[in-house]
């Protein structure tokens, strides 16, 4: 079965530098998502993103945060200027369609991300 | 503003039945899903209502009650790696994709 990979499972990163989260989603899906989800706390909705733009973002995804599809298959989350707080797991998921459908959104395993 | 509520914690019998309830309050109504999420993993896909009634699927079925704001996830013949997080989550009609996640039902189940 298709799955959404992502890489690396773990990253560990000093405050104040940035990183890149890379995704890749299942290859016939058209909308693509990112969720972070801080230990013990509820999976937060971020952002989405359909035919090359973002389609929504929460008050969550501010200019520290932004999305690139760079090429046909990857679709990355860079966090500018990382803070304590920022440390939490990072879904990303895809789906198949987006609005009025059953389709669910497929998750990848995470990335863990620790900043020290 | 979107506000999901779901109990934090429930333990059940191998082989019994268990009811994990989700009560919202959304802007708008588009969708309620329900994922197992096991401690460390990413959340996995059980079901999907939208409309009144049950969507049966296996060993889960999942009620939802638009009108009383209501869903729950109905697990049968409960085997010990049903023991997980399930979430509750909304679709409103503030955005075509946006889904709110509830806090997360961790259920227990013992021998």
């Known amino acids: 079965e298709p799955e959404v990979t992502q890489t690396p499972s773990h990253q560990v990163t000093q405050m104040g530098q940035e990183v890149i989260l890379r995704c890749v989603p299942i290859?016939?899906?058209?909308?693509f998502y990112w969720y972070r989800q801080i230990l013990g706390q509820k999976v937060e909705f971020l952002v989405s993103?359909?035919?090359?733009?973002?389609?929504?973002k929460s008050e969550i995804f501010d200019d520290q945060f932004s999305v690139e599809r760079p090429d046909g298959s990857n679709f990355t989350l860079k966090i500018r200027s990382t803070k304590l707080e920022d440390s939490a797991m990072y879904f990303c998921?895809?789906?198949?369609?987006?609005?009025?459908?059953?389709?669910?959104?497929?998750f990848g395993d995470g990335t863990r991300l620790s900043i020290l | 503003g979107q506000n999901i509520d779901q109990p934090t914690e429930m333990t059940a019998t191998e082989g019994a039945i268990v009811q994990i309830n989700c009560t919202y309050q959304?802007?708008?109504?588009?969708?309620l899903f329900w994922y197992q999420q096991h401690a460390g993993e990413a959340p996995t896909f059980l079901s999907y209502?939208?409309?009144?009634g049950l969507e049966e699927k296996g060993r889960f079925s999942s009620f939802l009650s638009r009108s009383k704001g209501y869903s729950y996830l109905l697990l049968k013949e409960l085997q010990m790696k049903d023991s997980a997080s399930y979430l509750c989550?909304?679709?409103?009609?503030?955005?075509?994709?946006?889904?709110?996640f509830g806090i997360g039902t961790k259920l227990q189940v013992i021998p």
């Open positions: 998921a895809s789906s198949e369609t987006g609005h009025s459908s059953n389709q669910p959104q497929h």
């Open positions: 290859s016939n899906h058209l909308y």
């Open positions: 993103f359909y035919n090359n733009e973002i389609s929504e």
């Open positions: 959304t802007s708008g109504f588009n969708g």
């Open positions: 209502n939208v409309l009144d």
């Open positions: 989550a909304v679709r409103g009609s503030g955005g075509y994709q946006k889904v709110t």
